[in-house]
């Protein structure tokens, strides 16, 4: 399995960069994650203080507490791409679009997760995925940012409430198992391509990595019942702490993030209103120098839900938001276990909001009970 992942990666890297000889350098970046809900993703990412699903102990696991339902995950796959990889697939001219996609990426994403449960006070939720995100650079010679890996691990945590249920504690933490490579590399490089006479082991070979990691994660979630019908509340998180690091195949790095959200219900729709600012820290490296914030690091989120069904989720939802400078949308289906959710969104690639947006599009499929 791991030499048919190299050899394909490999394709691909040399392939890509033979086709590239004329594209500006640009200074790309993006933050790096261990899983990410595409309900949230359709919220613009606001889902600190709105996170109350199987997903939650990825953004906060006080939002333990905000479970009203026994929710079991039997298995659930999502499939996200971008828009570079659409246009290579429905293109005629394979030469012409890989020249397009000069400055950009190519990015796949797939994942799995399986029997995860939650409840009130407590959960857990197993999953695996891939990814494979390449940066096409450029500056004289055109070489790759290569991040490409399998990762297999488990998240899990328990809550509590005080001061008569307005203020919830959560603790969580996560082990993840994961293989592959997070590069930058030169695609005429002889690392990549020159076999060494000893063991025929390409150089390539040799960067890529094996590893686990553990990281605990806390949160903690203020309600103001005061306010009738609205449900205000403020959460908090620090999550990965102390960092993921997988060596070779990339780190990710603790994340400090606050978030206030609002729930309301009329005439059998519920309506939640969330707004994160994600990495107070700048643990990602994301705030230009001399800068304190960045509007790539805020979040915008709204879902409207009807008829909420046994597995704690509604069975139409729409969902809108705003991810930094771009816009994102989505919407689920839920019939009776069988459960349907899609995400367009975009994402910030380059060196501060609005330079370089790359277009995505998610689809998942799930059986929750």
């Known amino acids: 399995m791991r030499a048919v992942f190299l050899r394909v990666l490999l394709f691909l890297s040399v392939l890509t960069g033979l086709w590239i ?27 600190t203080a709105a996170a109350n699903d199987e997903m939650l102990f990825f953004y906060n696991p006080a939002g333990l507490c905000s479970v009203n339902y026994n929710i079991y995950e039997v298995v659930g796959f ?42 009130s006070r407590f959960g857990w939720s197993l999953f695996s995925g891939v990814l494979l995100d390449i940066q096409v650079r450029n500056p004289v010679f055109p070489y790759l940012e290569t991040k ?18 307005q203020l919830d504690v959560g603790l969580g933490a996560k082990i993840v198992q994961r293989s592959g490579i997070d590069m930058k590399q030169h695609v005429f490089d002889e690392a990549i391509i020159e076999v060494t006479e000893e063991n025929k082991t390409t ?18 979630t203020y309600h103001f019942d005061s306010v009738h019908n609205m449900e ?9 702490i102390g960092g993921l690091d997988f060596e070779g195949a990339g780190k990710v790095p603790m994340t400090m993030n606050l978030g206030v959200s609002t729930e309301s219900e009329l005439n059998g729709f519920d309506f939640i209103l969330a707004a994160d600012y994600r990495d107070l820290a700048n643990s990602q490296n994301l705030v ?14 709204a879902e409207m839900g009807w008829n909420r069904l046994f597995n704690g989720h509604h069975l139409f939802s729409l969902r809108a938001g705003r991810n930094g400078p771009y816009n994102s949308v989505g919407w689920s289906m839920n019939l009776f276990g069988f459960k ?16 370089l947006e790359d277009k995505r599009t998610s689809i998942q499929v799930s059986l929750i009970f």
């Open 21 to 47: 000889l004329s594209a500006p350098l640009l200074q790309a970046v993006e933050p790096a994650f261990v899983r990410e809900s595409l309900r949230a993703r359709g919220m613009g990412n606001a889902f």
């Open 78 to 119: 999502n499939f996200t791409t971008n828009q570079n990889m659409l246009e290579m697939g429905n293109s005629s001219s394979s030469s012409a679009t890989l020249g397009d996609i000069a400055g950009n990426k190519i990015y796949v994403e797939g994942n799995l997760g399986l029997l995860s449960h939650v409840n």
């Open 148 to 165: 490409a890996y399998m990762q297999t691990g488990i998240a899990g945590g328990m809550a509590w409430s005080f001061m008569d249920y």
């Open 203 to 220: 150089k390539l070979q040799k960067k890529f990595s094996n590893k686990a990691s553990f990281a605990p994660d806390v949160g903690a």
């Open 232 to 240: 205000p509340k403020v959460a908090v998180s620090l999550q990965n």
């Open 288 to 301: 230009s120098k001399g800068s304190i914030i960045t509007t790539r690091n805020l979040k915008l989120g």
């Open 340 to 355: 349907i959710d899609f995400a367009k969104y975009s994402q910030e690639i380059g060196g501060y909001g609005g330079e």
